[in-house]
């Protein structure tokens, strides 16, 4: 597998529950990035974790409006990586996971730019996460996630090529959250348009992280692994 590909992912929702967890269909390699979209009906996404391990948040989106949330957690997966990744709310409502395992290598402190363009009322049925800040270095993944106060909302498309690597989206009773990836290859400001199936109240923004440096003009190459499990690309 080439930098920026996904390995797995793996998603889950539920409702009326204070936690949700969410196993990977296989042990994470070493060095590569382990993302966590989470959402909840609750004010804040308040913990992911995964076998004792902390995650860290890349961004927080929260509707002040009808007081539900979303967030973006990453790691670097370890030795021996935990499969089960628990997502715990600040309080009990409706709870909705996607997880992705993206291959490295991958800076130890990845992130670079992110968006959060905040909340948008229902009568629209497309959402833009904005348009970030220049990205730091030519070889980066960017992840966009968009929610919705609608179970229905599959949506349809993403702009700009979002979508290739990654498209999914999870639904608990009310309420869904859809992502999308893009591998980036040159500098430059990052933005994507969500189109949803139907026009909902939407949240949600972008996240680049960032390949990790050539050392001494050779690049550190990890294991290549191809699995193949369903529902992932």
């Known amino acids: 597998m080439a ?3 996904i390995v797995q992912r793996a998603e889950g929702a539920n409702t009326d529950e204070n936690s ?4 990977y269909g296989v042990t994470p390699a070493p060095g590569n990035l382990l993302v966590a979209i989470q959402m909840t009906g609750a004010t804040s996404c ?3 974790t995964s076998g004792g391990n902390n995650w860290t948040s890349a961004v927080h989106w929260q509707n002040t409006t009808e007081l539900d949330a979303a967030r973006v957690w990453w790691r670097i997966a370890g030795a021996s990586e935990a499969m089960s990744v628990t997502a715990t709310p600040s309080a009990l409502d409706e709870n909705g996971l996607l997880l992705l395992e993206i291959e490295g290598p991958w800076e130890s402190s990845p992130i670079d730019q992110t968006t959060n363009p905040g909340r948008q009322a229902g009568g629209g049925s497309s959402y833009s996460v904005g348009t970030s800040g220049t990205t730091a270095q030519a070889d980066e993944v960017a992840v966009a996630a968009v929610y919705t106060r609608n179970a229905g909302n599959n949506g349809t498309s993403w702009t700009q090529t979002f979508g290739g690597h990654a498209s999914s989206t999870v639904s608990s009773a009310n309420k869904s959250i859809s992502a999308a990836t893009k591998l980036l290859t040159a500098t430059g400001t990052v933005e994507t348009t969500y189109t949803m199936s139907q ?3 939407a ?3 972008l996240v680049t992280f960032k390949k990790q440096a050539a050392a001494g003009g050779t690049e550190r190459h990890q294991t290549r692994r191809m699995i193949q499990a369903g529902g992932f690309f």
Not at 20 to 23: D, F, S
């Open 203 to 205: 949240q949600g923004g």
């Open 20 to 23: 949700l967890t969410v196993a």
């Open 46 to 48: 308040d913990l992911v």
């Open 3 to 5: 930098f920026g590909d």
């Open 199 to 201: 026009a909902a109240v």
